[in-house]
C-alpha cells in the first residue's frame, strides 16, 4: 500500500508569491491533515479535511487556506508569502480522523521564502 | 487546554543501554497519546499509542511506552539503544474533550546513540 505523497518536496518562493502544496494520502483515507514544522514554534495544526469539508482548524491567517477534491487529494495554499512562513509542511491521513487513531504523515514539503 | 511536555531537548545514551524519552500531557479530558519519530529530512512515523487498557504499551522497533495516569506521563522506553534509533521524538495527545481531532505535539526530543 502506497504511503502518503507529498508534491513537491522542496521548493523556494519569494515574498509576497503564492504557493499550492499537494497531498495523496493512502488509498480509502477520508481524512488528511496538515501541520507546519518550524525549529522555533515545532509541529503546529493548521487544518483538517473530511469528505471535502474543512472539519477543523488551527490558528493561522487566512493566507493559508486549503481544500480536497473528492478522491480525498488534498492542496493548502498560501498566499503573499512572509519569511515567516519558511517551514516543512507535513501532511497526515487517517481513515476516519477520529481521535483514537494515529494518523500517517508524508515526507513534507521544504518551503523555503526569500 | 491541552498541551504536552518533552523537558528534554536531547538524550544521550550509549549503544546497548536503555534509553528513555520522557512525555507529560495535560488534557480535560481522557487522554490518547502517541509517539512519533522523525528522521532527518522524513516526516513522521507513527511508533506506538495509548487509548485504554493496560498501562504499559508495545510499538514498532521495540519500543514501550508506559501510561501513568497520576503523574500524567507517558515515557518512551527502549531496554536496548541501537545507534540506528538516534531521531527526532515527539509525543502527542489528542483529547475527545476537545473540539477538534488535531495531535497536540511536543516540542520533540532530539535522541542521539552513541557508539
Known amino acids: 500500500k502506497a504511503g502518503v505523497t507529498q508534491t513537491p518536496r522542496y521548493l523556494i518562493k519569494t515574498r509576497g508569491q503564492q504557493v499550492t502544496l499537494s497531498c495523496s494520502p493512502i488509498?480509502?483515507?477520508?481524512?488528511v491533515s496538515w501541520y507546519q514544522q518550524t525549529p522555533g514554534q515545532g509541529l503546529q495544526f493548521l487544518f483538517e479535511y473530511f469528505s471535502e469539508t474543512q472539519r477543523n482548524k488551527g490558528n493561522f491567517p487566512g493566507r493559508f487556506s486549503g481544500r480536497q477534491f473528492s478522491n480525498s487529494r488534498s492542496e493548502m495554499n498560501v498566499s503573499t508569502l512572509e519569511l515567516g512562513d519558511s517551514a516543512l509542511y507535513l501532511c497526515a491521513s487517517s481513515l476516519e480522523g477520529q481521535v483514537t487513531t494515529e494518523a500517517f504523515f508524508g515526507q513534507g514539503t521544504r518551503l523555503t521564502v526569500v | 487546554a491541552q498541551s504536552v511536555a518533552q523537558p528534554e531537548d536531547q538524550v544521550n545514551v550509549a549503544e546497548g543501554n536503555p534509553l528513555t524519552v520522557k512525555c507529560t500531557y495535560s488534557v480535560s479530558g481522557n487522554p490518547y497519546l502517541f509517539w512519533y519519530v522523525q528522521y532527518p529530512n522524513r516526516g513522521l512515523q507513527f511508533l506506538l499509542k495509548?487509548?485504554?487498557?493496560?498501562?504499559l504499551v508495545k510499538g514498532s522497533y521495540g519500543f514501550e511506552a508506559e501510561f501513568n495516569k497520576s503523574q500524567t506521563s507517558f515515557h518512551l522506553k527502549k531496554p536496548s539503544a541501537l545507534v540506528s534509533d538516534s531521531a527526532l521524538y515527539f509525543c502527542?495527545?489528542?483529547?475527545?474533550?476537545?473540539?477538534?481531532?488535531?495531535?497536540?505535539f511536543g516540542t520533540g526530543t532530539s535522541l542521539t546513540v552513541i557508539p
Open positions: 495509548y487509548i485504554t487498557g493496560d498501562n
Open positions: 488509498s480509502g483515507h477520508r481524512s
Open positions: 502527542a495527545v489528542r483529547d475527545l474533550a476537545n473540539t477538534g481531532n488535531q495531535f497536540y
